[in-house]
């Protein structure tokens, strides 16, 4: 049987008969270290397949979509092997280049397979994914910019086609500075033919931890962190060892849960410079900060006030913690209008928080969230990683029980979720339904 580590993979599916029940009420207090993160580490396994041979992947987080990528790089060929929070990933000469739909499908970053896949192997049959379920999240940058580096690109029976001999560089501008697309056409372009100029990337610190670490691996970037890369075409890279960045995400989610509960969280292991705008919100709502190079403390005496927030690409408020300040507005002193840029059907999770008595309105891109000074305790699903965390979160103030339904997709993204908050103080148990 396939298996990572000493974890066989039919177990870590049956997580999702699994559901969390959580007693609202006390007080979070103590110390967490972040992991490394999801939206970085996948992206890093896919990198790998760029080079034949043997990288190393360290702070790797133990969440199940690392098991999936872990899989489909099996399936390609690949040998995969992780201990503890280290991954190793041999890539052999000739990889396969077709990810199918039964893995794609569980997870909506296989995708980053594509690029490397062409770049390497001069094709690219990849399944069009499915995942977070937040809303039609397209592909068309990528596409448009693999076809502007000399790809023919297919959608045929369910599948992106991709083939290319040789990619050439070129000049994109992406209509949005879109992490995916940023992703795909970067690991495209470092292996083609001349000098691409993509404008108007994404700048989330997982994109400068994939440059950095191609980079490492031989390829020629210049601009990393700013809205413009340069890359000049390299003819082969060479395998690396990495340490994966922090996951700012599960940092900023800790902090909401100790403001929430008004408790005092030390969380290290992470940039707070990643999380300026969250945590600036926060303490408008009243909490108390100190930040270290690696970390930060939060602590919470009063009934939070509520903060508006707009979700932008970094570095404007992450759309990845919205459904978490929609829980905190939710219990906290005041109104506030939260709008929703990137992923539309992000606000969905808010019927179920309303079955815990919050007072959301929402119209089109914006969300009205009256505070309420008590939230109480009922049966909720989680529909994608984030809304299940605010879920937990509203949980964890909300009177009586609360029992989270769906919790395979925070398994998704939250390593050790219930471990660190029973180790924090609350009153959660992951119970077989
Ligand atoms: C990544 C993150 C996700 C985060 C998001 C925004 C991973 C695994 N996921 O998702 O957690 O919420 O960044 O920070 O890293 N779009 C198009 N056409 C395209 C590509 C994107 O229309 O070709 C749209 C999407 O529908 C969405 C917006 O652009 O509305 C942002 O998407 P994108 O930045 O690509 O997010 P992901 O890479 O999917």
Redesign the pocket.
Known sequence: MDSIGNRPIWLTYDAQVDVFRVTGGAPLEGTVAVPGA??SV??LMAATLLAPGTSILTNVPDIEDVTIMAELLRRLGCDVDQSGDRVCITVPATPDHRADYDLVRKM??SICVLGPLLARCGAADVAVPGG?NI?????????DGLRKLGAVVHNEHGYLLAEAKQLSGAHIVLE??????T?TLLMAAVTAKGETVLENV?R?P?IVDICRMLVDMGAKVDGIGSSTLTVQGVQELHPVEHRVVSDR?VAGTWAVAAVMTQGRVTVSGVAPKYLELPLEKLVSAGAELSVEDQGFTISMSERPTSVDIVTL??PGF???LQPQFIAMNSIANGAALVTEN???ARFRFVQELSRLGADVRTDGHHALIRGKSELSGAPVEATDIRAGAGLVLAGLVAKGETIVYGVSHIDRGYAGFVDVLQKLGADIARVAE
């Open positions: 999801k939206n996948l992206k909506r970053a977070d809303g039609s999240r397209g592909l068309d940058m990528h596409v949005f500075p879109s992490v995916g697309a992703e994404a989330e997982e995400i690409p970094y992450p759309t990845d990137l992923f539309e």
